[in-house]
């Protein structure tokens, strides 16, 4: 009894241990620690069958065998199915990273040692064998007017905290310019000490000049615009006094030989003198247009009540002849250039009296929140407009009306939608033949 008693136990132990060389293999995937798994169990199984001992004994070490074997093949399962899913998730990983041109790098700081994959090798433009995996391979490869800056940046990440991440340029090994944008995550010592960059470059050379060349377009329209407002302004300025000659002679021309011009003469000089008046009105209208941007205010909070108000306190004259009613809802405090505002709600308002219906004309005015933006309206119950018409009045000397019956310039709408956009809003309508007409227009918050 004091010799089998030994010799179980050492079975029972010898049954175990398979279990434990199981879970290794699978933190690990050593096959010799499988190789290890197998050969042990086989080996207990082999002292237990040769031993004499009880049967009580024989049938627990026997059950023992089943389960631990049971037990192994589970564990075993388990590791083939996690290696078929970590199969499956790197190929996935190589798919995304071929597809968007990305390659990943692996810096060991201790070693000095840089691991490229084959898409590094191709962003790079060059070969495997002439890649001497340290890190001054990299740095040589980095263009001369970025290089130091480059290098001071990742060294930098290095020594400090966070991770790595920057945007650089390289001389790939056919002489081309490329450029990099590099992410890293940094492994570093309890003592916060680099030890290993694991990261990614990606070529965004295309975005890189897209975007340059976006920029350009950009400051070439800007300065065109602003050389065709000051050429606007100085032209405007300088027809003024020709169109007042025009004017002053042909009004001093029909007084002063009234009793020598026949009926169709006067009618002549009424048409210069109108001419003349409205070309001056278009001046003065372009000027306003040019003075949106060349004299544009301080943008500050602006309680909305006072230009409304300001603006029906211009036109009180025109609300009083037409007897239109307008009614003002709760506005809000925004940021903008109170004059312009005045501007833009006496045009709107304007806009509806000059297009309203015989009988009781109004107009309402309103404002909502509309998430990162207010939202006004100006609404009437005037003749309204085609949708198809819609678009166009908001271009310059847009008219969709003759001016004999419905006097102006043109410039109006063109005025508010330029002081809608300068407070980075948009301007737009909503109407319908006989119908009404609302304008609607935002303001951000």
């Known amino acids: 009894m004091d010799f089998i008693l030994p010799i179980g136990?050492?079975?029972?132990?010898?049954?175990l241990v398979p279990i434990a060389l199981a879970q290794l293999?699978?933190?690990?995937?050593?096959v010799f620690l499988l190789i290890g798994f197998y050969s042990i169990l086989m080996f207990a199984a082999l002292i237990d069958t040769a031993t004499v001992i009880p049967i009580e004994y024989a049938v627990f070490n026997r059950t023992m065998g089943i389960i631990v074997f049971l037990l192994a093949s589970f564990l075993l399962s388990n590791i083939q199915k996690s290696h078929q899913k970590l199969k499956q998730i790197n190929q996935r990983f190589d798919i995304a990273v071929k597809s968007a041109n990305t390659g990943v790098w692996e810096f060991d700081l201790l070693n000095n040692r840089n691991v490229w994959d084959d898409t590094m090798f191709s962003l790079y433009g060059i070969d495997k064998q002439k890649f001497n995996n340290a890190f001054d391979s990299w740095k040589d490869m980095l263009d001369p007017s970025d290089k130091e800056r480059a290098n001071q940046v990742f060294t930098d990440a290095l020594k400090g905290a966070g991770d790595y991440q920057d945007v650089f340029s390289i001389i790939r090994g056919d002489g081309e310019k490329r450029y990099i944008r590099a992410y890293s995550k940094i492994e570093r010592d309890q003592e916060g000490k680099a030890l290993k960059a694991i990261g990614i470059n990606i070529d965004i050379t295309d975005q890189k000049i897209a975007g340059e060349n976006l920029q350009k377009l950009n400051d070439e329209l800007l300065r065109s615009n602003k050389e065709l407002e000051n050429f606007a302004y100085i032209a405007s300025h300088d027809l003024q006094e020709p169109l007042r000659?025009?004017?002053s002679f042909s009004?001093?021309?029909?007084?002063?030989?009234?009793?020598k011009l026949d009926q169709e003469a006067h009618e002549f000089i009424k048409f210069?003198?109108?001419?003349a008046t409205h070309m001056q009105h278009l001046i003065n209208d372009l000027l306003d247009y040019s003075r949106i941007t060349t004299q544009a205010g301080i943008?500050?909070?602006v309680d909305m009540n006072t230009p409304v108000k300001r603006a029906i306190d211009n036109l009180q004259m025109k609300i009083e002849d037409c007897h239109a009613k307008i009614t003002v809802g709760d506005l809000p405090v925004v940021i903008g250039d109170e004059l312009h505002l005045v501007r833009l709600l006496q045009n709107l308002v304007e806009n509806a009296l000059k297009f309203s219906k015989p009988g009781n004309p109004f107009v309402e005015i309103a404002c909502k929140s509309d998430f990162n933006a207010w939202l006004f309206s100006v609404k009437d119950n005037g003749i309204g407009m085609d949708k198809k018409n819609q678009d166009k009045i908001f271009d310059i000397f847009q008219r969709l009306n003759s001016r004999e019956k419905y006097p102006g310039t043109g410039m109006g709408l063109a005025i508010c939608k330029k002081i809608v956009e300068q407070h980075g809003g948009k301007i737009w309508v909503d109407s319908e033949p006989d119908n009404g007409t609302t304008f609607f227009f935002t303001i951000k918050k």
Do not use: C, H, P
Not at 272 to 275: H, L, M, P, S, Y
């Open 245 to 247: 000659m025009i004017t």
């Open 9 to 15: 136990i050492i079975i029972w132990v010898l049954y």
């Open 251 to 259: 009004q001093l021309l029909e007084k002063r030989y009234s009793d």
């Open 25 to 30: 293999a699978f933190k690990s995937r050593n």
């Open 299 to 301: 943008l500050k909070e």
């Open 272 to 275: 210069v003198v109108d001419g």
